[in-house]
């Protein structure tokens, strides 16, 4: 008896888990990105129709703890973490067909960080990337697939040493463009993060895990 609940605890808390992370992983639809695109406005006729943007970025994008310390204090990551070229429409950079490579080639600079605890990871090689106010990153070369067209999409760590939750950390960039397209340099971009607890889902892990303790002491 005790071990067909123990079961029924167990795979109720794996259901769980699966839901809440498909519920956690679907925004709109899609997980979140940090899009990169022009045309800030929408609007074509407008000033902004050649000046690279950033958009579609959470208000505050949240930063959850590792387990790594580095003194007393513990390494956040934000679970948000890939810069993608922009799928809509009004933002596109330009469209071509398969055959010819778009000119532009994106790189993002590094205008202020609001703590020396806050740094920037390239997940491809785990080194740290702009290293100080002024540095640039290339994003990868345009490249080709039969959906979504040319694209781009890299994927940076958001790390920051950190106390506890609740503390808040803000990073300001600018894009501009290296390439042949002539796309003029964005407004500066500031996003903002936020530690928080543990991900709900390893919560109810531990909810579960506790619940088949105690039935086993029993
Ligand atoms: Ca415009």
């Known amino acids: 008896m005790l071990r067909i609940r123990s079961i029924c605890v167990i795979v109720i808390s794996i259901l769980t888990i699966l839901f809440v992370s498909s519920l956690a992983y679907c925004h709109d639809g899609d997980h979140?990105?940090?899009?990169v695109g022009v045309n800030a406005d929408g609007i074509t006729g407008t000033t902004d129709d050649s000046q690279l943007c950033i958009y579609g970025v959470p208000s505050v994008?949240?930063?959850v703890p590792t387990g790594e310390y580095i003194g007393e204090l513990q390494i956040y990551t934000a679970v948000l973490?890939?810069?993608?070229?922009?799928e809509d429409s009004e933002h596109l950079l330009n469209p071509v067909d398969a055959s010819t490579q778009p000119g532009w080639?994106?790189?993002?600079?590094?205008?202020?960080?609001?703590?020396?605890?806050?740094?920037?990871?390239?997940e491809a090689t785990g080194l740290e990337i702009l290293l100080s106010d002024g540095s640039t990153y290339a994003f990868d070369e345009p490249d080709w697939d039969d959906e979504e067209g040319?694209?781009?999409?890299?994927?940076?760590?958001?790390?920051?040493l950190a106390s506890g939750t609740g503390e808040t950390f803000t990073a300001t960039?600018?894009?501009?463009?290296?390439g042949s397209t002539g796309y003029t340099e964005s407004s500066p971009y500031t996003l903002t993060f936020v530690t928080v607890p543990e991900p709900a889902t390893l919560t109810l892990l531990g909810i579960g895990l506790f619940s088949v303790l105690r039935l086993r002491r029993k």
């Open 32 to 35: 979140d990105h940090i899009f």
């Open 61 to 63: 994008i949240e930063l």
């Open 81 to 86: 973490d890939c810069w993608h070229s922009a």
């Open 105 to 122: 080639l994106i790189s993002l600079k590094r205008i202020s960080y609001s703590s020396d605890n806050f740094w920037l990871e390239d």
């Open 150 to 160: 040319w694209y781009f999409h890299n994927h940076t760590e958001f790390c920051v």
């Open 173 to 178: 960039f600018t894009l501009f463009d290296t």
